[in-house]
């Protein structure tokens, strides 16, 4: 498994912040044209990355984390199946959706397992 630093989880902490970038360039109104595959890759890599810590480490919330991954997920896959053009109504819902996600998750249950694993043997 990759090495983290003292502070945050390396490979968690890199991987969150594609969100920040995206979330800033949605609210300077850029349209980036590739923004869901930049989304599904974060949720593909990103997503696995952490189920498959918490499997090793045998995370007690496991199954509501990852209960929450998959509904990002369905909620993507349903942005990406309704998406005819980008326009201010797709942006703005998207800006929202991943604003909530980052308050929610990545602030939220992604910092009590970054907890988990600081205090495991992978520290
Ligand atoms: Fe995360
Ligand atoms: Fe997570």
Redesign the pocket.
């Known amino acids: 498994m990759p090495m983290k630093k003292t502070s945050e989880i390396i490979w968690q902490d890199t991987q969150h912040q594609l969100l920040f970038e995206l979330i800033d360039q949605l609210k300077e109104n850029q349209i980036d044209p590739g923004i869901f595959a930049k989304l599904n890759s974060y949720a593909e890599n990103?997503?696995s990355l952490?189920?498959e810590y918490m499997r090793v480490l045998n995370y007690p919330d496991a199954e509501e984390?990852i209960e929450?991954?998959n509904k990002f997920r369905t909620e993507l896959e349903i942005m990406v199946a309704e998406q005819h053009t980008y326009d201010e109504n797709l942006r703005r819902s998207l800006s929202l959706f991943l604003t909530e996600w980052l308050t929610r998750?990545?602030l939220g249950?992604?910092k009590d397992?970054e907890r988990f694993v600081m205090e495991s043997e992978y520290k």
């Open positions: 990103h997503f952490e189920e984390h929450a991954h998750h990545v249950i992604d397992f």
